[in-house]
Nanobody
Framework: QVQLVESGGGLVQAGGSLRLSCAAS????????MGWFRQAPGKAREFVAA???????TTYTDSVKGRFTISRDVKNTVHLQMNSLKPEETAVYYC?????????????????WGQGTQVTVSS
Protein backbone atom coordinates (compact mmCIF):
# COMPACT_ATOMS: atom_id res chain seq x y z
CA GLN A 1 0.00 0.00 0.00
CA VAL A 2 1.04 3.57 -0.73
CA GLN A 3 -0.54 6.57 0.93
CA LEU A 4 -0.43 9.94 -0.83
CA VAL A 5 -1.25 13.33 0.63
CA GLU A 6 -1.33 16.44 -1.56
CA SER A 7 -0.83 20.02 -0.43
CA GLY A 8 -0.18 23.45 -1.89
CA GLY A 9 -3.41 24.14 -3.72
CA GLY A 10 -5.20 27.47 -3.48
CA LEU A 11 -6.43 30.52 -5.30
CA VAL A 12 -4.14 32.37 -7.71
CA GLN A 13 -4.61 34.98 -10.41
CA ALA A 14 -4.08 34.13 -14.05
CA GLY A 15 -0.38 34.23 -14.85
CA GLY A 16 0.55 33.36 -11.29
CA SER A 17 2.33 30.33 -9.85
CA LEU A 18 1.64 27.56 -7.38
CA ARG A 19 3.72 24.65 -6.14
CA LEU A 20 1.93 21.44 -5.31
CA SER A 21 3.49 18.78 -3.13
CA CYS A 22 2.64 15.13 -2.59
CA ALA A 23 3.97 13.24 0.40
CA ALA A 24 4.16 9.49 -0.09
CA SER A 25 4.34 6.84 2.61
CA UNK A 26 4.04 3.10 2.75
CA UNK A 27 5.82 0.81 0.34
CA UNK A 28 9.16 1.46 -1.35
CA UNK A 29 8.76 4.98 -2.72
CA UNK A 30 11.99 4.73 -4.65
CA UNK A 31 10.59 2.11 -7.05
CA UNK A 32 7.37 3.92 -7.83
CA UNK A 33 6.67 6.26 -10.73
CA MET A 34 4.68 9.31 -9.67
CA GLY A 35 2.18 11.38 -11.58
CA TRP A 36 -0.11 14.38 -11.37
CA PHE A 37 -3.60 14.45 -12.81
CA ARG A 38 -6.39 17.03 -12.72
CA GLN A 39 -10.14 17.04 -12.99
CA ALA A 40 -12.12 20.15 -13.81
CA PRO A 41 -15.84 20.40 -13.00
CA GLY A 42 -17.87 18.35 -15.45
CA LYS A 43 -14.81 16.93 -17.16
CA ALA A 44 -12.88 13.69 -17.04
CA ARG A 45 -9.69 13.37 -15.09
CA GLU A 46 -6.68 14.09 -17.30
CA PHE A 47 -2.97 13.42 -17.13
CA VAL A 48 -0.72 16.39 -16.38
CA ALA A 49 2.81 15.17 -15.64
CA ALA A 50 4.78 12.14 -14.50
CA UNK A 51 8.25 11.34 -13.23
CA UNK A 52 10.15 8.07 -13.14
CA UNK A 53 11.39 6.46 -9.94
CA UNK A 54 14.91 7.84 -10.46
CA UNK A 55 13.70 11.28 -11.51
CA UNK A 56 15.61 10.89 -14.73
CA UNK A 57 12.57 10.67 -16.98
CA THR A 58 9.58 13.01 -17.11
CA THR A 59 6.47 13.27 -19.24
CA TYR A 60 4.10 16.21 -19.66
CA THR A 61 0.86 16.78 -21.43
CA ASP A 62 1.38 19.21 -24.30
CA SER A 63 -0.61 22.06 -22.78
CA VAL A 64 1.70 22.43 -19.76
CA LYS A 65 5.10 21.91 -21.39
CA GLY A 66 7.40 24.81 -20.61
CA ARG A 67 5.22 26.02 -17.74
CA PHE A 68 4.97 23.09 -15.31
CA THR A 69 7.85 21.16 -13.78
CA ILE A 70 7.59 17.89 -11.91
CA SER A 71 10.32 16.83 -9.49
CA ARG A 72 10.89 14.40 -6.65
CA ASP A 73 13.22 14.30 -3.68
CA VAL A 74 14.63 11.57 -1.48
CA LYS A 75 12.24 12.52 1.31
CA ASN A 76 9.32 10.77 -0.39
CA THR A 77 7.87 13.97 -1.82
CA VAL A 78 6.89 14.87 -5.35
CA HIS A 79 6.39 18.46 -6.43
CA LEU A 80 4.60 20.13 -9.30
CA GLN A 81 5.72 23.69 -9.96
CA MET A 82 3.05 25.44 -12.00
CA ASN A 83 3.83 28.77 -13.65
CA SER A 84 1.80 31.05 -15.92
CA LEU A 85 -1.43 29.44 -14.77
CA LYS A 86 -4.58 29.87 -16.84
CA PRO A 87 -8.21 30.05 -15.68
CA GLU A 88 -9.03 26.90 -17.64
CA GLU A 89 -6.56 25.03 -15.43
CA THR A 90 -8.87 25.39 -12.47
CA ALA A 91 -9.36 21.85 -11.21
CA VAL A 92 -8.76 19.40 -8.43
CA TYR A 93 -5.20 18.14 -8.80
CA TYR A 94 -4.43 14.55 -7.81
CA CYS A 95 -1.17 12.84 -7.06
CA UNK A 96 -0.82 9.21 -8.14
CA UNK A 97 1.73 6.44 -8.01
CA UNK A 98 2.39 3.05 -9.53
CA UNK A 99 5.07 0.43 -9.27
CA UNK A 100 7.45 0.72 -12.20
CA UNK A 101 9.78 -2.12 -13.09
CA UNK A 102 11.59 0.21 -15.48
CA UNK A 103 12.69 3.81 -15.08
CA UNK A 104 9.79 5.30 -17.02
CA UNK A 105 7.27 8.10 -16.50
CA UNK A 106 3.93 6.62 -17.58
CA UNK A 107 0.81 8.58 -18.41
CA UNK A 108 -1.64 5.91 -17.28
CA UNK A 109 -2.06 2.76 -15.21
CA UNK A 110 -1.74 4.39 -11.81
CA UNK A 111 -3.24 2.46 -8.94
CA UNK A 112 -2.67 4.65 -5.89
CA TRP A 113 -4.29 8.06 -5.59
CA GLY A 114 -4.37 10.95 -3.16
CA GLN A 115 -7.48 12.84 -2.12
CA GLY A 116 -6.72 15.83 -4.32
CA THR A 117 -6.06 19.52 -3.78
CA GLN A 118 -8.10 22.35 -5.28
CA VAL A 119 -6.41 24.82 -7.62
CA THR A 120 -8.45 27.85 -8.65
CA VAL A 121 -7.12 30.31 -11.20
CA SER A 122 -9.03 33.57 -11.41
CA SER A 123 -9.16 35.69 -14.54
Amino acid sequence: QVQLVESGGGLVQAGGSLRLSCAASGRAYSTYAMGWFRQAPGKAREFVAAISWSGGSTTYTDSVKGRFTISRDVKNTVHLQMNSLKPEETAVYYCASKYAGYDVAPISGYNYWGQGTQVTVSS
